[in-house]
């Protein structure tokens, strides 16, 4: 069993795993015959971790300076999110091709909506990530000068 015995840090933690899986979800892999599992895996994979990373945000009791640093690991996780997965968005949902580029454009079939989408909703939600931690520690900072 897991334990965390610094749980100061669990949001931080949390931040980068989630970071880091979902942005392995865009370069880790191949794409032999238009496999686009690894962007299944990355959704798959980052999904629970951004409802236990907003869960834990949402009831963290920690003090300014750990939401500070909660805010910037934010920033960090929106900023490489959007370099992985911002080329794949533009290509993919706006452009209309395969996510492993548009060489795979003939192994689109009719059910591909969803595909085009996991580009946006990993951009989506490290933003709602960076917008939710910004707000927690906003909101932090007001009740501390109330509480003066």
Not at 49 to 65: C, E, G, H
Not at 104 to 117: K, V
């Amino acid at each position: 069993m897991l334990v965390i015995k610094n749980e100061k840090m669990l949001s931080l933690v949390l931040v980068i795993v989630y970071g880091l899986l979902v942005c392995l979800g865009a370069v880790a892999g191949t794409c032999t015959q238009g496999d686009d599992a690894r962007f299944y895996a990355s959704l798959l994979y980052g999904t629970p971790l951004f409802l236990l990373l907003i869960l834990r945000v949402a009831f963290d009791k920690n003090r300014i300076l750990f939401k500070r640093i909660n805010v910037v690991a934010a920033l960090l996780l929106m900023t490489s999110v959007s370099y992985f997965w911002m080329p794949l968005m533009i290509d993919t949902t706006i452009k209309g091709h395969h996510l492993c580029g548009g060489d795979f454009d003939s192994y689109i079939n009719g059910s591909y909506a969803l595909e085009r989408f996991i580009p946006v909703l990993h951009i989506f939600s490290s933003l709602f990530v960076l917008i939710f931690t910004v707000s927690k520690l906003m909101a932090a900072k007001r009740s501390k000068l109330a509480n003066c």
